[in-house]
């Protein structure tokens, strides 16, 4: 009996060593591969209104993402001054950089179903964002998604998003 238990534990701890020992080199390849982009500078960014793309999302949701990506990159404090698309007093300056966000795929779930069942029901919004120099060449382009996935409204997969870009910005700029 007791040579059975101590095989058993002899042989779970063997699986885990051979699944740490399989686990190990794809961790360090992992962080090899995540090198850091280079920083770049301005002062300031304008942000351009939200494109549909080809997808069906629905203006409430682009108008959202808009405002909310407006306040967040501003409390954010990566850019001394944040321009809304049209802003006049943008012309002025030198080192501006503009955001462009563009919806890949939208997908609008239910918030009864979400919150009876916490497995389905999820709001997600796929953009692909871009942020161009003055003179219009491309600075970087990055593909991101926001999600609702457990309790809230369809709506707050705009906070989650606006989130995501403000904090790849912090990293770049």
């Known amino acids: ?33 995540k090198v850091k982009p ?9 942000i ?34 944040v321009y809304r698309s049209g802003d006049q007093e943008a012309k002025n300056v030198a080192d501006l950089v503009t955001l462009r966000t563009k919806v890949g795929k939208f997908t609008e779930g239910s918030q009864l179903r979400r919150e009876l069942t916490t497995v389905s029901g999820g709001t997600t919004v ?9 003179d219009g060449h491309v600075l970087f382009e990055s593909d991101l998604s926001g999600k609702v996935r457990f309790f809230g409204e369809n709506l707050g997969v705009t906070n989650d998003l606006a989130k995501r870009i403000a904090k790849l910005l912090r990293e770049r700029f």
């Open 48 to 81: 351009e209104p939200i494109e549909a793309g080809d997808s069906t999302i629905p203006p409430e949701f682009r108008f959202a993402i808009y405002e909310r990506l407006i306040e967040r990159v501003s409390k954010d404090g990566a850019f001394q001054k």
């Open 38 to 46: 280079q920083k770049l500078s301005a002062s300031a960014i304008q």
């Open 1 to 33: 009996m007791k040579r059975n238990r101590a095989l058993k534990i002899l042989g779970f701890l063997a699986m885990l060593v051979s699944q740490l020992a399989i686990a190990q080199p794809a961790a360090s390849r992992q962080s090899d591969s």
């Open 126 to 134: 796929d953009v692909i964002t871009t942020v161009a120099a003055r």
